[in-house]
């Protein structure tokens, strides 16, 4: 009766926001530039952060400019950091909203929404005898991760940047050369060109035989993905693909509900809920019988807009949503 109409949470957070209990969150405490583009984010995560694994992922909420977005960044930090902090290392990308408030804009002492650590892009439990990283430019981020929790004796990097300044962690790579760790190739694409993957074989000329870990854009991965599957050694390849695309959020638009094929057009007001039941798709729910969360649905693509909030969601692998609470903000597609 005292704190009506807030909960006593609600002055808890204003407190102690990373204790036990409450949502999980974070502090950003520090931001290291890396390059001209792209910066190492620290973060605290409050007590209910379960650890990771080293090469997972996880998803952010910033506020910018009033709005919370939602963003995945790949895990950087050691598993067994002393301090118990985690950092993102986050490239700035042209119209990436999030991206560049982290880069240039982010100061510590700001609280970020956290989600829990997921992803399969991770080692195994038994550590292969020989081992290959095939990256370019921030795809290098959930191999550093790895690189800086586990050791191999023979451990080799291809990796593609525009030019030596661009290498994400140059440094600390010539470092782990210099102790004799890891062996890398740097491919300079302004002047070398974009890497063709067939130039392995003369690079490393037993790729063939490594377990090997690939991450940049699409158009390497799918090269990758072909190379070794001619060769017959697709089951040593494991790949992890970022977001192929910015997501423009606007007022409203076109509706996909891929699983029964079905797309119509919406306004950016109408839960999609009540979008998928008018347009004769089985829509979960559990609202109308008090039943919360009952309409959760995976977002496949594109972004949604809550409607109490104003925040925007974009999809990113996992993503579920409330359709009963979120309306269309631009083209999406939803698991129904």
Same mark, same amino acid.
């Given at each position: ?53 080293a ?26 950091r ?10 700035a990308?042209?119209d990436?909203?999030v ?23 991770? *080692? ?5 005898? /020989?081992? %290959?990283y +095939? &990256?370019?430019?921030s795809?290098? @981020?959930?191999? !550093?991760?790895?690189l ?6 023979d451990?080799?990097?291809v990796?593609c940047?525009?030019?030596?300044h ?5 440094n600390? *790579? ?5 102790? /004799?760790? %890891?062996? +890398? &190739?740097?491919?300079?694409?302004? @002047?070398?060109? !974009? ?5 392995l ?58 699983t ?5 057009d ?8 009540d ?11 559990g609202c ?8 959760v ?14 925040e925007?969601t ?10 009963c ?11 129904r």
């Amino acid at each position: 009766m005292v704190t009506t109409p807030l909960l006593p949470s609600d002055y808890l957070d204003l407190v102690s926001p990373l204790r036990a209990g409450a949502d999980l969150r974070g502090r950003i405490e520090a931001v290291h530039p890396e390059t001209a583009d792209a910066a190492t984010v620290v973060i605290r995560p409050g007590r209910g952060w379960r650890g990771h694994t080293a090469g997972q992922y996880v998803r952010i909420g910033v506020d910018v400019d009033g709005v919370r977005l939602w963003r995945a960044y790949s895990l950087t930090s050691p598993t067994n950091r002393k301090d118990g902090r985690v950092t993102i290392t986050v490239k700035a990308i042209p119209d990436g909203k999030v991206s560049n408030h982290l880069v240039r804009r982010a100061t510590p002492g700001t609280l970020i929404q956290l989600d829990q650590p997921t992803g399969d892009f991770v *080692l195994p439990q038994a550590k292969p005898a /020989k081992v %290959l990283y +095939l &990256t370019a430019g921030s795809g290098i @981020t959930p191999v !550093m991760g790895m690189l800086r929790d586990t050791s191999f004796d023979d451990a080799v990097m291809v990796h593609c940047a525009r030019q030596p300044h661009d290498v994400i962690f140059r440094n600390e *790579l010539h470092d782990l050369v210099a102790d /004799k760790k %890891l062996r +890398l &190739t740097e491919v300079h694409t302004d @002047t070398d060109g !974009m890497l063709d993957i067939a130039r392995l074989d003369e690079l490393v000329p037993d790729w063939a035989e490594r377990e090997t870990w690939a991450c940049g854009p699409a158009g390497l991965l799918d090269a990758a993905e072909e190379h070794w599957t001619e060769h017959g050694v697709q089951e040593r390849l494991h790949t992890e693909r970022f977001r192929p695309s910015i997501v423009v959020a606007g007022d409203g638009g076109e509706v996909t509900f891929s699983t029964t094929g079905k797309t119509v057009d919406a306004d950016g007001a109408t839960p999609l809920l009540d979008v998928g039941e008018e347009a004769g798709v089985l829509m979960p729910s559990g609202c109308r019988m008090g039943i919360c969360f009952g309409c959760v649905t995976p977002l496949k693509a594109g972004a949604v807009r809550d409607l109490r909030t104003g925040e925007i969601t974009e999809a990113e692998p996992g993503v579920l949503i409330q359709t009963c609470v979120s309306a269309a903000a631009g083209p999406c597609d939803i698991e129904r």
